[in-house]
């Protein structure tokens, strides 16, 4: 089974993930980019869901983050958020990017092309 981080500030929006992803992959959490970067580092997850807009260290510098280190460069980030605006090179890194409010059709066909192209 695969293993996807989700990464969001919102306990809601975590849960409701949570409730659409559970019966698929095994689902592992973080409610911050620090928290995010230190369980991408020790799970190793197949795919990481990670939201732009939080608290501290936002989903962009993240990104940044995971892409510079050789432990978690090869990992697909799909960037979920309400932001309509998001400059081109701030996604080169990003797998995919999935507008707010989700689509769970859409989020799914995203990870999973993820999980078949790693």
Same mark, same amino acid.
């Given at each position: 089974?695969?293993?996807?981080?989700?990464?969001?500030?919102?306990?809601?929006?975590?849960?409701? *993930?949570?409730?659409?992803?559970?019966?698929?992959? &095994?689902i592992?959490?973080?409610c911050d980019g620090e928290d995010a970067l230190i369980k991408a580092k020790i799970e190793c997850p197949d795919v990481i869901t990670l939201d732009i807009i939080m608290p501290g260290i936002n989903g962009i510098d993240v990104l940044r983050q995971l892409k510079k280190?050789?432990?978690t460069r090869k990992i697909p980030v799909i *960037? *979920?958020?309400?932001?309509?605006?998001i400059e081109k090179r701030q996604l080169a890194e990003a797998f995919d990017l999935i507008k707010k409010p989700l689509d &769970?059709?859409? *989020?799914?066909?995203?990870? &999973?092309?993820a999980i078949?192209?790693?």
């Open positions: 089974m695969a293993k996807i981080l989700v990464v969001d500030d919102e306990a809601n929006f975590v849960n409701l *993930l949570k409730l659409h992803l559970n019966k698929r992959y &095994e592992i959490t973080a280190s050789k432990k *960037l *979920l958020t309400i932001v309509d605006k &769970e059709e859409k *989020l799914i066909s995203s990870i &999973e092309k078949n192209m790693s």
